[in-house]
């Protein structure tokens, strides 16, 4: 059984950085692609970075100077740095996981995963 859960939310200033985590279990890395997702106004999710299994990242453009995605491989976690954290960003992010074999490559669409976590939540104070 696959399970997921974030960590590493909070409240951190405008300009602040955060480093989110996310632990799995039932998921062996080189089977799945994973990604990390935060929510839109009304509810949807969008997807902000992405990473294979081989370690190819993929970012929304406008985020990659600022967002990082890796993963331990031997400890199943995800994580995710951000820099520079804008009010606007203040977000549940999750994190998301589909099998290798289920995979479309649309790594930034929520319909493209099958597994998620609850979220942590993230709040950033101007």
């Known amino acids: 059984q696959v399970r997921l859960m974030e960590s590493g939310g909070g409240t951190v200033q405008a300009g602040g950085s955060l480093s989110l985590s996310c632990n799995s279990s039932g998921v062996t890395f080189s089977r799945y692609y994973m990604a990390w997702f935060r929510e839109t106004p009304g509810g949807g999710r969008e997807g902000v970075a992405g990473?294979?299994?081989?370690?190819?990242?993929s970012y929304v453009e406008s985020l990659k100077d600022r967002f990082t995605i890796s993963q331990d491989n031997h400890k199943n976690i995800l994580n995710l740095h951000i820099n520079n954290l804008k009010p606007e960003e203040t977000d549940k992010y999750y994190c998301?996981?589909?099998?290798?074999?289920?995979?479309?490559?649309?790594?930034?669409?929520?319909?493209?995963?099958?597994?998620w976590g609850r979220g942590t939540q993230v709040t950033v104070s101007s």
């Open positions: 990473i294979d299994s081989d370690g190819t990242r």
């Open positions: 998301a996981a589909d099998p290798k074999w289920a995979f479309d490559g649309k790594w930034s669409s929520r319909e493209e995963y099958i597994h």
